[in-house]
């Protein structure tokens, strides 16, 4: 078949992989000029590493390995260390934590000649017919696909084409979360420790992994009004949030938000759907069932979700209206796990007052040598 996946993230290009080996002509498209890998590093969890050994990318996954999340140091105001989160919050030591970019480049050396790449295009337009889908794109170009599959994230054009607003299915968790480059405090031979500081409502971090740094800004907020395209916008939103929080390294994080011309600034929210399928058209990982950052869990739900669709095309062979509600059937019991995982996980890495502050370190371990 002739397949549109919008979206070149971790579902893009998982879709890209796994239906370019059964023998689909795909066409991924994505909306920036590159793999954007800019952010915090991912998790491979689960049953998702058995998707990636199937896919033939467990070995360089493997390789491209860190450990950053194990050493992250909750500290004061003078950058003293206060503890640690205790053992038991987390997952199994299976898991695999790896940079953005290193997977996004893995998965993309891993497509078969079948697959299309297209970077700085995207999706404008979709009319379904009952025997094709036409899509318009953003370059002026239309084309006509047997299937489009949006993958394009929380933020989904697809998913607002064809399903409606977003707010309609977005559910915010109550926290905004920012990641800048931090180029000046990349130290590849330092001791990977990542000091986290909190006052009421806000987090700063200092996240530092292979020969980068990153600063993380987290702030507690019911939802925000503002152009989710517009950096200077997202920028300002973070000045003022933390004008009355700037203890610690939060200017000099703020510094880095400065000059960082691509920040990464979203809400920590979840997608509802009940249904990721209309016609022609299905939803797969963030823009059909985004977990949020908290559940840690959107890397995996994005490469299961596609092998799983993959698979099912296959199956049926090439009958989307059997094949997507099978895809929904296998996928909902791992994406309902995932989402009622991040029960209070915003208050514990976000507490909202200074008494919260004081109860969540009392529960802190604390550090010792070689921790």
């Keep these: 078949m ?3 996946v919008s979206g070149a993230g ?3 290009l998982s879709l890209g992989y796994d239906l370019g080996i059964r023998g689909h002509h795909v066409t991924v498209v994505e909306r920036a000029d590159r793999l954007r890998g800019n952010g915090s590093p991912i998790d491979i969890r689960g049953d998702a590493l058995e998707v990636a050994e199937k896919m033939g990318i467990l070995p360089a996954v493997r390789e491209a390995r860190i450990q950053m999340s194990e050493q992250v140091h909750f500290v004061d105001e003078n950058g003293t260390a206060i503890g640690r989160l205790p053992d038991d919050i987390g997952d199994s030591s299976d898991d695999i934590e790896i940079t953005r970019e290193d997977l996004y480049w893995i998965l993309a050396d891993a497509l078969p000649e079948t697959v299309d790449l297209r970077l700085s295009e995207s999706v404008n337009s979709i009319a379904e ?19 489009v599959l949006g993958a394009d994230g929380m933020h989904s054009a697809v998913r607002r084409l064809v399903f409606g607003p977003e707010k309609d ?14 180029p000046g405090e990349a130290d590849a031979e330092a001791e990977r420790i990542n000091p986290m500081y909190n006052c009421p409502g806000h987090l700063a971090g200092i996240g530092r992994f292979k020969d980068k ?21 997202q920028k300002k939103i973070l000045f003022d949030q933390f004008a009355e929080c700037r203890s610690w390294e939060v200017p000099t994080i703020l510094d880095a938000v400065r000059a960082d011309p691509d920040i990464y600034f979203d809400s920590v929210s979840q997608i509802h759907m009940s249904t990721w399928h209309r016609g022609r058209v299905a939803l797969v990982g963030d823009a059909g069932y985004c977990a949020s950052p908290l559940a840690g869990r959107g890397t995996s739900l994005a ?10 095309l296959e199956r049926s062979d090439g009958d989307h209206v059997t094949a997507f509600p099978r895809y929904e059937a296998r996928m909902r019991p791992y994406v309902e796990f995932a989402q009622g995982t991040v029960e209070g996980g915003a208050a514990l890495i976000v507490p909202p007052t200074q008494e919260a502050i004081v109860a969540r370190n009392q529960m802190l371990q604390p550090v010792t040598a070689g921790q």
Excluded: C
């Excluded at 017919?129 to 299937?147: I, K, P, Q, T």
């Excluded at 299915?169 to 905004?176: A, F, M, P, S």
């Design 2 to 4: 002739k397949i549109l």
């Design 10 to 12: 971790v579902a893009g």
């Design 129 to 147: 017919h009952d025997d094709r889908v036409d899509v318009g794109f953003a370059s002026g170009n239309s084309e006509n696909y047997d299937l």
């Design 169 to 182: 299915w977005i559910r915010h968790l109550g926290v905004y979360v920012a990641i800048a480059d931090m």
């Design 213 to 233: 740094a990153i600063g993380i800004l987290m702030v507690a907020s019911d939802p925000i009004d503002y152009d989710y395209r517009d950096v200077e916008a």
């Design 303 to 312: 490469m299961i979700g596609a092998q799983f669709l993959a698979e099912e």
